[in-house]
């Protein structure tokens, strides 16, 4: 059974910068696409990026040029740098590994952002 574990969240200024991490377990990581996710008080859970196995990303247009996705197959762990933070991002940040038909969701790590 795979399980994904978030960590690296956390209160942070504005146009402030955290890492986020994820560690996978129970899956061969290089073949899963991972993927960070995000749930903001009161709205729907958005798509933040993915990268697949191979390592081609891509990002939601709100995010681009300020976050990066990037993984460590080594390590099976996939990370978030997030760079230039808004109030905006504040939100339930969570880790999504597929290989169809799996999937696996970790728990969530919430990042602030405030001043």
């Known amino acids: 059974q795979g399980q994904l574990v978030e960590s690296g969240g956390g209160l942070v200024q504005p146009g402030g910068s955290l890492r986020l991490s994820c560690a996978a377990s129970?899956?061969?990581?290089?073949?899963?696409?991972m993927a960070w996710y995000r749930q903001a008080p009161g709205k729907q859970r958005e798509l933040v990026a993915t990268i697949a196995g191979g390592g081609s990303t891509n990002y939601a247009d709100s995010v681009k040029g300020r976050f990066a996705i990037s993984r460590g197959n080594a390590k099976n762990t996939v990370y978030l740098q997030m760079n230039a933070l808004k109030p905006e991002d504040t939100a339930v940040y969570y880790c999504?590994?597929?290989?169809?038909?799996?999937?696996?969701w970790g728990q969530g790590t919430q990042v602030t952002v405030s001043s």
């Open positions: 999504h590994g597929s290989l169809s038909p799996l999937m696996y």
């Open positions: 129970g899956i061969t990581f290089s073949l899963y696409t």
